[in-house]
């Protein structure tokens, strides 16, 4: 009896020193996580920009009015990167560095997230759903693999299953694509190529600019190509554009959209041209009957936001930062980086409320998910027109 108190004693005094020995996780008190996004706050999407933050933070917040996550409060801290990838890049070194964020989020445009890997490599730093839906996020053969936990299904399969689609609504289909020339284009490219392959055809391409906003010689091209299906590698304001312009030109092709596109503003916009236009999207419509859409609807709602700001790039914000949520919840009271990401690693068949087919992830797996549903617009409204297609 008398040795076990000194042993227990050197025991505790072992634990202890232990303790204070540990490194503080960054961006971890007992009362909060801090964590960082880069967002287009003054460039070319700045629209979304400002959408994005705003739907994850109803989520945030209503998880920290129920108490946070595991006692703390989610804080969400951002950036401007102009859609530029050297300023998405100086805005990540002041995010980990100065500001000693825990993790990043949300990141928006593919060449600004590829353009940071080396860094999330160097910090040991995860990034929980890029706000690209580029295939290239889960690729294990770049830089930085291991930190990137991918949400949406990647352009390249999407890319994939619109060509086949098109091929399901006319076997005679002449398809075209028309695509913004840099890293998303790029993944868009490689699932056209991976489709050429398969349907043994060559696919008619037409690229354009990042922000650009005259379409004419790439529409009068595919007109004279006699692409009878056009898919459209954009985001809101392109395939307006695009719909508009081959409608004033007489031009009247099936087309279809990556889902960047698959927004109620290009149903708006486009009016009459955009008719039966046809978008893939990696989730359910935010004014679905989910049970995840439902909630979103109810704290929009509450929150007295403009109605103008609801919908695909808002809900977007909302759902991803579910995913995020529930990593944290996983990875217990003692949360480190490390922690976050064997937390993720364990998430499989995760649908938020719904919302998605299933997230799933593994210790060599990235890619979340890789099912879309197709989406028509009708009337200025969208409707779902298929089951999960993967």
């Known amino acids: 009896m008398k040795l076990r108190k000194p042993v227990t004693l050197i025991l505790l005094i072992t634990f202890f020193l232990a303790c204070a020995g540990r490194e503080p996780t960054p961006g971890v008190t007992d009362t909060e996580i801090l964590i960082g996004n880069i967002q287009d706050l003054s460039g070319p999407m700045k629209e979304l920009g400002m959408a994005l933050p705003h739907g994850s933070n109803l989520y945030f917040n209503y998880i920290n009015d129920k108490g ?27 995010l980990i560095e100065q500001d000693q964020v825990f993790c990043l989020y949300q990141i928006i445009g593919t ?37 990137i936990f991918h949400t949406d299904t990647g352009y390249d399969k999407q890319a994939n299953i619109l060509v086949d689609y098109a091929y399901e609504l006319n076997a005679s289909a002449k ?64 395939p307006i554009i695009v719909m508009k312009t081959a409608a004033a030109m007489g031009y009247a ?33 935010y004014n679905s009957d989910t049970e995840g859409a439902e909630l979103y609807r109810e704290l929009f709602e509450k929150s007295g936001t403009d109605p103008k700001v609801m919908g695909m790039y808002n809900f977007y914000g909302f759902i991803t930062a579910m995913v995020l949520v529930e990593g944290l919840e996983r990875a217990g009271k003692r949360l480190t980086r490390d922690g976050l990401i064997k937390a993720l690693e364990g998430v499989k068949g995760y649908d938020g409320k719904g919302v998605f087919r299933g997230i799933t992830y593994g210790p060599n797996d990235r890619a979340g998910t890789e099912a879309v549903v197709l989406v028509e617009n009708r009337g200025g409204t969208q409707r779902i027109i298929s089951d999960w297609i993967e």
Not at 79 to 92: G, L, S
Not at 119 to 140: F, H, K, Y
Not at 257 to 265: A, F, K, L, N, W
């Open 175 to 238: 398809v075209g694509v028309i695509y913004q020339d840099d890293d998303y284009g790029e993944n868009v490219l490689e699932g056209i190529a991976e489709a050429e392959a398969r349907h043994g055809v060559t696919i008619q391409k037409e690229a354009f600019q990042r922000g650009a906003t005259d379409f004419a010689g790439q529409v009068m091209n595919l007109n004279k190509g006699g692409a009878t299906h056009v898919i459209i590698g954009g985001i809101v304001r392109e």
């Open 253 to 285: 092709p099936q087309f279809l959209g990556i889902s960047p596109t698959m927004d109620h503003r290009v149903a708006l916009g486009s009016g009459e041209a955009g008719e039966g236009f046809i978008a893939a999207n990696f989730a359910q419509l």
């Open 68 to 94: 946070g996550v595991h006692g703390r409060q989610i804080r969400m801290t951002m950036e401007d990167h102009q859609y530029n990838p050297q300023k998405a890049v100086a805005a990540a070194k002041k």
């Open 111 to 147: 060449s600004p997230c590829e353009a940071i890997r080396p860094m999330l490599e160097e910090n040991g730093i995860p990034l929980v759903a890029p706000a690209t839906q580029s295939g290239t996020m889960s690729d294990r053969s770049k830089t930085g693999w291991k930190y």
